[in-house]
Nanobody
Framework: QVQLVESGGGLVQAGGSLRLSCVDS????????MGWFRQAPGKEREFVAA????????YYPDSVKGRFTISRDNAKNTVYLQMNSLKPEDTAVYYC??????????????????WGQGTQVTVSS
């Protein structure tokens, strides 16, 4: 069973950085591709990043490419999201999620089976 808990959110000024963490308390973390999503008030959940089970492949939408970096440490059952050059439009609740292993990393929330509770990121202008 996968149980995900995010941390690391907070308030930061535009141009600043934050690193989010997501820990899986289960024993099967390395059996999943992992993703980060975000949801702002009144908007749909948006794909932010994905990483393969071994960490060798990553995938980002254009909106965060070059600013955000996803990584994972399977020994610690943890996936990270390093966010640099933050903008006010990055303000949202950020969620980590786990999906079954696939060759193509997924960007649709329906492809992910397990979700954390979310952590708030607020970027002030």
């Amino acid at each position: 069973q996968v149980q995900l808990v995010e941390s690391g959110g907070g308030l930061v000024q535009a141009g600043g950085s934050l690193r989010l963490s997501c820990v899986d308390s289960g024993r099967t973390f390395r059996n999943y591709n992992m993703g980060w999503f975000r949801q702002a008030p009144g908007k749909e959940r948006e794909f932010v990043a994905a990483i393969s089970w071994g960490g060798g492949r990553t995938y980002y939408p254009d909106s965060v490419k070059g600013r955000f970096t996803i990584s994972r440490d399977n020994a610690k059952n943890t996936v990270y999201l390093q966010m640099n050059s933050l903008k006010p439009e990055d303000t949202a609740v950020y969620y980590c999620a786990a999906s079954g292993i696939t060759q193509i990393l997924r960007r649709h929330s329906s492809d992910y089976d397990y979700w954390g509770q979310g952590t708030q990121v607020t970027v002030s202008s």
